[in-house]
């Protein structure tokens, strides 16, 4: 059947801001899907309250609605437009409560809007878990023991009757909020009475647990036709017990048998079918008992894209979102073609010849205090993908993806030998329990007690055994007598050079001269969604160690594009955003774009981002290897946050042209010492400061600077490990821990503004001419991190000295760093005086948010000058500045009920959304002032 005419426009419902639990999978979701409505003629009206997003650009949607995610902003745009349809599965579970709220007021009936892609029902039926369960029983698929509480009395008589360990679970929220798991009756009230207040409507399911039990997940398509695919087959290396979000997971699926896989995929079509007759996306969620029995037993549905659905297309290169939309309009999968071959349909279940392991990303160092122990509710902030011929090389690249301070999984001499502390990291999992499954077996830890403790299936640990072997082997050898054969099989089993250097007691330089020497070299295989059965004809790649390379380099112009790796606090979706502008406009000056990046949730690891996508770690010698082998004209550091310009001195050292604001001038920034230089040279004003390496200078510095203090590490993002002191036994504490934690590393102290105000302002600078694109004052005092901070674009009450002096501060900072694209300095305002408190020539994480007020593409304009392609006075800016933005941080605290929730400099939020207002006698604002701001209005 073709698409169904009578739909003329729909509606697609963004995620909003992000949180743990729903992060930018949604951004690449809703991008994707309005890209393919759009393509069938169809108008397209997006809402979402996320300033940092590529769905919420012009260029993605006819009408864009930065609004709140409520009923009263959804009748607005019903009265404004004619809308026939509705897409609300392409926004997460806020996009879903926001559909059935408005469905509950009547609100799609009185404008005739139908609903595509899911249906009422299936979404009632997914949530309520009560009703969810009979469905289950009546179509003959079984689950945990369970029942539903929605009192405090009925959740203790569920208790009693299914004895302990028991699951907890909240219904209708997102990412495990409110989910426990309770082995000892001490903590069952507790969790029980949180778990109701969580949930929107105040019910909890209460299952026996399973734990110990094997998860696995598919990923479902049906079409109106009743055709079903399944995309595929993801399988946990965490049990039961480990929240999906926060899991290691595999695809395809490693340890299941092929009849326990039919049966599962029998049970899903079923599952699907049952909940509701709609065309779109599925996510199911299996346990199986980890014995010869393989029963199987159901968790859940999500009749909608989720965070494993946006994996699944990159594992798999088939666009689920793209052809849910179009399912979701009337077409049938027969009918639609394979975006990866462009020649078969999409009515195929792809083959996968590699493994991709994802390992999630977690932030506990923001939250000291935190209970670091996984459990049901999600605790990850982002996730990375490795793609590999083999598990082994898969689950290596994803180790190197993460950017914590590790090499790999091993084989850096970071290993934990104490035995107690690994068998404790064995039974509560954590961030690094990985690391430590490697150091138990390392140490000779017996199976039997790995597998008793962490019940993960022992394949997966004889994988990790295979490694330690190989390790054993090569360290017999030296750089001089190492075999060939042995090399090739470290490259294949994904070490990396300075692992293997590490083994050798060499340096990574010269092992990468030797497997050069012995022609062992990283070719490039393409993701087709078909084994190579059929030509693919989208350029996806990944590396590995054989003979054939699929990467067919061209002769014209390129520019590499650095992603940003990883989600996490401090860097998160406003740098992919800023990556992804930077390949449109690299585009648009005729260059072929190479995209580098690990992150499965982003638009910049889309397939049809750049012209090239190379799914790899941004790690230096993935980096060096696609760089040598594609020879651009230069790369593009200062759009992908830290993660990027931490490549920026080895690209430098290596002769690799870095396109914009120079090596030389990211360092004077980053280097306060030099940096204060340039501000005396210009007679700007600055905190007082000074530098130290250890504690004992601080002490010394502090007489002379005086308190309180601000202190902070060189080199980081998002004020990690930045604190305020008042006293010398504090100022020690801090100093003693950033060494510990971070190494060597020169910490900054300076002396604090207290009472000040904050300001800060992002420009666009060609290395002669400079536009402010927009100044924003927070609304906080000075002392909390900007990211966490409300503030206001444009200024609320600085008056016309302080923003005089802003701008020409501005425009002499931005000249003298020799600035070429964009940069953001801070300020803090006292008595009427600006001081700067730190410059970044780079995309900042409120460039979005900026573009976004004024409607203009800022980061595409920044791109066009780092290339010279442009000037600055070449661009006609035309903001549209009607009244007031103002940026909203949004935490995600309830994961972590044990943390105090204050704020300081050290920044905490996960995400933001947008708020406009007409002036400053808005209700909104008058009531954010009053109870965030802490200094007088003047």
Request: with cysteine.
């Amino acid at each position: 059947m073709p698409k169904n005419n009578s739909i003329k426009s729909v509606l697609i419902i963004g995620s909003g801001p992000i949180v743990i639990g729903q992060a930018c999978e949604f951004d690449y979701a809703g991008s994707q899907a309005s890209r393919s409505l759009r393509e069938e003629g169809i108008e397209v009206t997006l809402i979402n309250s996320n300033p940092a997003t590529i769905m919420t650009d012009k260029v993605i949607a006819d009408n864009i609605y930065l609004q709140p995610l409520e009923p009263a902003s959804i009748i607005e745009i019903l009265k404004n437009h004619k809308i026939d349809a509705v897409l609300p599965t392409m926004g997460g579970q806020t996009a879903l409560n926001l559909c059935i709220q408005c469905d509950e007021m009547g609100i799609w009936e009185e404008y005739g809007v139908k609903l595509i892609g899911v249906d009422i029902k299936a979404i009632d039926i997914t949530e309520n878990r009560e009703a969810f369960r009979n469905l289950m029983e009546e179509i003959g698929v079984a689950m945990a023991p369970q029942s539903t509480a929605k009192s405090f009395l009925e959740g203790k008589e569920i208790a009693q009757k299914f004895g302990f360990p028991l699951c907890i679970r909240a219904s209708y929220t997102l990412g495990g909020a409110g989910a426990s798991i309770v082995h000892d009756p001490k903590e069952f009230d507790n969790l029980l009475e949180r778990g109701l207040q969580l949930s929107p409507i105040h019910e909890v399911m209460i299952d026996k647990a399973l734990l110990g039990w094997k998860e696995y997940e598919l990923e479902l398509l049906r079409d109106s036709n009743d055709n079903v695919v399944i995309i595929c087959s993801i399988e946990n290396f965490d049990p039961m017990g480990v929240h999906t979000g926060d899991s290691i997971t595999v695809a395809p699926a490693m340890t299941l048998s092929d009849t326990t896989y039919q049966r599962m995929r029998d049970m899903a079509i079923k599952m699907m079918r049952s909940i509701g007759n709609f065309a779109g996306g599925c996510n199911v969620q299996f346990a199986v008992s980890p014995d010869e029995n393989e029963d199987i037993i159901a968790i859940e549905i999500n009749p909608r894209v989720s965070r494993s659905s946006a994996l699944a297309s990159k594992a798999t290169g088939y666009p689920i979102a793209k052809i849910a939309s179009k399912l979701a309009i009337g077409y049938h999968l027969d009918e639609l073609k394979n975006q990866i071959t462009k020649t078969t349909s999409a009515l195929f279940e792809p083959t996968l010849d590699y493994v991709i392991v994802k390992i999630p990303r977690w932030n506990f160092d923001k939250f000291p205090g935190a209970n670091r122990e996984l459990g049901l509710q999600m605790k990850s902030v982002g996730e990375v993908m490795g793609i590999g011929r083999s598990f082994q090389e898969a689950l290596q690249k994803a180790c190197q993806s993460l950017e914590i301070k590790r090499n790999g999984l091993g084989a850096d001499g970071k290993e934990l030998t104490n035995q107690s502390d690994i068998l404790h990291s064995l039974e509560h999992p954590s961030w690094n329990r990985l690391f430590h499954i490697y150091d138990a077996i390392r140490l000779g830890i017996p199976f039997k007690t790995i597998v008793e403790k962490t019940k993960i299936d022992i394949w997966f640990l004889k994988q990790i055994e295979d490694l330690i072997l190989l390790e054993k082997k090569i360290e017999k050898f030296h750089l001089e007598n190492l075999p060939k054969e042995l090399m090739f099989e470290a490259k294949q089993k994904g070490y990396a050079d300075r692992q293997i250097a590490h083994l050798l007691r060499c340096l990574e330089s010269e092992v990468y001269s030797l497997r050069e020497k012995m022609g062992i070299n990283r070719v490039y295989k393409l993701v087709d969604t078909c084994a190579a059965e059929f030509e693919a004809k989208t350029p996806y790649y990944y590396s590995t160690f054989e003979e054939e390379n699929e990467s067919v380099v061209s002769d014209k112009k390129k520019i590499v594009v650095l992603g940003s790796g990883p989600n996490r606090i401090g860097q998160g979706i406003e740098f992919d955003y800023s990556c992804v502008h930077g390949v449109m406009a690299a585009k648009e000056c005729g260059y072929e774009t190479i995209m580098i990046n690990c992150n499965p949730e982003t638009v910049s690891t889309d397939f049809d981002t750049a012209d090239k996508l190379y799914f790899e770690p941004v790690f230096w010698e993935h980096i060096y290897d696609i760089i040598k082998h594609e020879k651009p004209e230069g790369v593009i550091v200062q759009l992908g946050g830290q993660t990027a310009l931490k490549l920026a001195e080895k690209l430098e050292r290596y002769g690799i042209k870095i396109m914009g604001t120079s090596y030389e001038a990211l360092d004077i920034a980053e280097d306060r010492g030099r940096f204060s230089k340039v501000l005396e040279a210009n007679n700007i004003p600055f905190p007082k400061y000074g530098v130290v390496e250890n504690a004992e200078q601080a002490l010394v510095l502090a007489d002379t600077l005086g308190f309180p203090l601000l202190v902070r590490p060189s080199y980081v993002l998002g004020g990690q490990k930045m604190k305020i002191v008042i006293n010398k036994e504090e100022l020690e504490t801090h100093v003693v821990d950033i060494l510990r934690d971070m190494g060597a590393n020169q910490i900054l102290l300076d002396h604090f503004l207290g009472g000040a105000i904050e300001a800060e302002a992002d420009a666009i600078c060609d290395g002669e001419d400079v536009y402010i694109i927009g100044v924003m004052q927070h609304i906080e005092p000075a002392g909390i991190h900007s990211g966490d901070s409300h503030a206001l674009l444009p200024p609320y009450n600085l008056g016309d000295l302080v923003m005089t002096q802003i701008e020409d501060i501005t425009k002499k900072i931005a000249v003298e760093l020799k600035t070429v694209g964009l940069i953001n300095i801070q300020f803090a305002i006292k008595d009427d005086k600006v001081y700067v408190i730190e410059a970044n020539p780079r995309a900042s994480r409120t460039v979005p948010f900026i573009a976004k007020a004024y409607d203009e593409p800022y980061v595409n304009y920044a791109t066009k000058v780092m290339l010279g392609a442009k000037k600055v006075k070449d661009f006609n800016f035309q903001p549209k500045k009607e009244g007031y933005a103002i940026k909203i941080p949004v935490f995600s605290y309830e994961k972590f009920p044990e943390v105090k929730k204050e704020l300081g400099p050290e920044m905490k939020s996960t995400g933001e959304g947008i708020r406009f207002i007409k002036n400053l006698k808005d209700p909104f604002f008058t009531k954010i002032y009053n109870e965030r701001n802490m200094h007088l209005s003047k």
